[in-house]
């Protein structure tokens, strides 16, 4: 019986050992999926096009039908939790006899929500310019406005991203100098993104 114990107790001193211990360690992968998604999408420029269904509400509805777009959008992702996102829109639309055009351009503070792998969906918000034109008119129907947007990315690899966005522009009140058209809508996008990711 004495015997038994003394081997029992010397079995647990060897498992818990400082060389077992270290033995252990070793065999533990150091690429986490968290920390491949941290290597891939940290501290990195990106450059994207994305194509989707524009969808128009209040006075702009009045003016154009939803269709099809696309955007540019160029991001910096400073770490896995933030990152900056900015977008570059076109819009030109009708509905009968009148016709819409709008140029935005925004820039929105990311924020993902969590990694799992290379899968992490963000919200983002932030503020915008937008320019406004009926009926071929130019008139100086600039405006300022806000930005939401919801969405998923999924890092293919080094270079390559692709995701899906909602993502929503608010101009505040937009009045065409030419025409005197005021207008006050609102319009959202619904993208696929697909991003060249650069080295750092």
């Known amino acids: 019986m004495y015997l038994f114990f ?99 351009t925004d820039a929105s503070i990311k924020v993902y929500f969590y990694h799992f792998d290379h899968f992490a969906p963000y919200f983002a918000g932030g503020v915008g310019f937008y320019h406004l034109a009926l009926n071929d008119t130019h008139g100086n129907s600039f405006a300022f406005g806000n930005n939401l947007a919801l969405g998923f990315d999924l890092v293919l690899n080094e270079h390559i991203k692709v995701g899906m966005l909602l993502h929503y522009h608010n101009p505040f009140d937009l009045r065409d100098q030419i025409s005197g058209v005021n207008l006050e809508g609102s319009y959202f996008r619904a993208l696929l993104l697909i991003s060249y990711i650069f080295k750092s």
């Not at 498992?15 to 940290?42: F, G, H, K, N, Y």
């Not at 977008?87 to 819409?100: A, C, E, T, V, W």
Request: aromatic share 16%; no cysteine; net charge negative.
């Open 6 to 104: 003394s081997l029992f107790a010397q079995g647990i001193l060897d498992l818990t050992s400082l060389e077992t211990s270290r033995q252990v360690a070793s065999q533990i992968p150091e690429d986490r999926p968290v920390s491949r998604a941290a290597a891939v999408v940290s501290n990195k420029h990106m450059l994207g096009v994305a194509f989707g269904q524009n969808y128009f509400f209040s006075d702009f509805s009045k003016w154009t039908e939803d269709e099809l777009g696309y955007d540019f959008y160029y991001e910096y992702l400073a770490s896995m939790s933030f990152g900056v996102m900015t977008n570059f829109h076109y819009i030109s639309s009708r509905r009968g006899d009148n016709k819409l055009r709008v140029v935005g």
